[in-house]
T-cell receptor, first 114, second 111 residues
Framework: DGGITQSPKYLFRKEGQNVTLSCEQN?????MYWYRQDPGQGLRLIYY???????QKGDIAEGYSVSREKKESFPLTVTSAQKNPTAFYLC?????????????FGSGTQLSVL | GENVEQHPSTLSVQEGDSAVIKCTYS??????FPWYKQELGKRPQLIID?????GEKKDQRIAVTLNKTAKHFSLHITETQPEDSAVYFC??????????FGKGTRLSVIA
């Protein structure tokens, strides 16, 4: 599963600070996603992008921002407006034009507040 | 939008017994239903999926059934083994829309 890489593995945020989580894929996938995972809450969609220079809000976009300047990259910024950022963040991608809609996940970033 | 409910939230079975996890979805237009397994500290991995034109799919010890009329689908694991212990997520989507996940089931297989 080396096709999608997230970094860093662990990240700490101070009060009032913005932090950026990296997600890179070499699978040539058009669609990329950011999910937030909290214990007992499943995976909730933050933002997604189906094409370069375009992205849409998911169910819990408040306090987050994204960019999609390159097909391979979809970074997520957790802003100071996100008051409860501690969670496990998963990036994913898929080839939405193929018959196999399998979602490929990165290994995740655990974000904690100092 | 789509809403996926998953039950139970935790499940304990004896090794060798079967485990069943059930999900319901709200959007009758959803046509793709995957199941993911997530081991502790690792990324979710697809274990099986089913499309709306099929009622059942099997892969060795795991199977998924789909009832489109009732809008529910289930994961069946037979002859459970300790390595089946993990959190399992169901999901649903239609066309190119993002997957909507259930809240997960923590399965514990007791040796």
């Amino acid at each position: 599963d080396g096709g999608i890489t997230q970094s860093p593995k662990y990240l700490f945020r101070k009060e009032g600070q913005n932090v950026t989580l990296s997600c890179e894929q070499n699978l040539n996938h058009d669609a990329m996603y950011w999910y937030r995972q909290d214990p007992g809450q499943g995976l909730r969609l933050i933002y997604y992008s189906q094409i370069v220079n375009d992205f849409q809000k998911g169910d819990i976009a408040e306090g987050y921002s994204v960019s999609r300047e390159k097909k391979e990259s979809f970074p997520l910024t957790v802003t100071s407006a996100q008051k409860n950022p501690t969670a496990f963040y998963l990036c994913a991608s898929r080839d939405q034009y193929a018959t196999n809609e399998k979602l490929f996940f990165g290994s995740g970033t655990q974000l904690s507040v100092l | 939008g789509e809403n996926v409910e998953q039950h139970p939230s935790t499940l304990s079975v004896q090794e060798g017994d079967s485990a069943v996890i059930k999900c319901t979805y709200s959007d009758s237009a959803s046509n793709y239903f995957p199941w993911y397994k997530q081991e502790l500290g690792k990324r979710p991995q697809l274990i099986i999926d089913i499309r709306s034109n099929v009622g059942e799919k099997k892969d060795q010890r795991i199977a998924v059934t789909l009832n489109k009329t009732a809008k529910h689908f289930s994961l069946h694991i037979t002859e459970t083994q300790p390595e089946d212990s993990a959190v399992y997520f169901c999901a649903a989507s239609k066309g190119n829309t993002p997957l909507v996940f259930g809240k997960g089931t923590r399965l514990s297989v007791i040796a």
